[in-house]
């Protein structure tokens, strides 16, 4: 069970005095402004698009370096997972997605037929959401009743208490697949860069790299209200990390294949 706002049609309020805590609205958002996009529409893919080409192609680069391969070879090599990673990202958001609201889809049909062939059990079913939010049982059963009446709004009620989302406002693939190819390509291309601009120096890609996902990582935390500092120093360790290994796979193999 997912946690949501109180349903419509609850509209108790003591001496006049609105029920409802700190301001919000009967779903939980604030009366007072809207809420950022957490459904996965564009932010997530994009966050994570970024993030992954910049870790990926940084790794890809440092492993082809440690493995003594050419200019030309760590070009090709990064080139080849700007745009596979590119459109591999992109392919599997918008399968992930699709299928995530197919699921939601078979479930919000699945939740309609119990509401019209099954009413009686529907209601009590909700009322005891509410008895265990702390409403009183008679109110929680009058409540429920009162959305039975409206359909579409007990459909709405009923699919955010059991599957914890708003299936009128579900996240498109085509959103999430163009941010996530976006994202992961521009995130590819910065260690790519100095080898682009005729630098030939792994120290100056891990530098650059290094700088972006500093700024990346922090930029992420302040999104989600947490310090920028942690978030930046996390995200850097972890990319260091990930090029330091591929680094040494690198030249391990080179060193065999050599």
């Known amino acids: 069970m997912f946690p949501a706002g109180k349903p419509h049609g609850q509209d108790a309020k003591p001496h006049g005095q609105d029920a409802r805590p700190h301001g919000h609205d009967v779903y939980g958002h604030d009366a007072h402004g809207h809420h950022r996009d957490v459904s996965g529409g564009w932010l997530r893919p994009a966050v994570f698009g970024s993030m992954d080409g ?32 590119a459109f591999s990202m992109a392919a599997g958001e918008f ?38 939010r702390g409403v009183d049982a008679d109110l929680a059963y009058e409540v429920a009743g009162q959305l ?24 498109s693939p085509l959103t999430a697949a163009g941010a996530s190819l976006v994202t992961f390509a521009i995130g590819a291309l910065i260690p790519l860069l100095p080898y682009l601009a005729g630098f030939s120096s792994l120290a100056v890609a891990l530098a650059l790299a290094a700088i972006a996902a500093f700024v990346g990582g922090g930029l992420v935390a302040r999104i989600t209200d947490r310090p920028f500092l942690r978030g930046a120093l996390r995200q ?19 060193a065999v294949v050599s």
């Open 148 to 171: 039975s009446r409206h359909p579409d709004e007990a459909l709405g009620v009923h699919v955010r208490e059991e599957l914890g989302v708003d299936h009128k406002d579900l996240p």
């Open 95 to 132: 399968v992930s997605v699709s299928s995530q609201n197919e699921l939601i889809g078979a479930e919000v049909r699945k939740e309609q037929y119990e509401l019209e062939h099954h009413p009686e059990a529907e209601r009590r079913e909700l009322a005891a959401v509410f008895r265990k």
């Open 236 to 254: 850097l360790l972890l990319a260091g990390l990930a090029a330091a290994l591929t680094y040494g796979i690198g030249a391990a193999v080179g």
């Open 54 to 85: 910049l870790v990926t192609n940084v790794s890809l680069i440092a492993g082809v370096s440690g493995g003594h391969g050419s200019t030309h070879t760590v070009v090709l090599a990064g080139l080849a997972g700007l745009f596979a990673g």
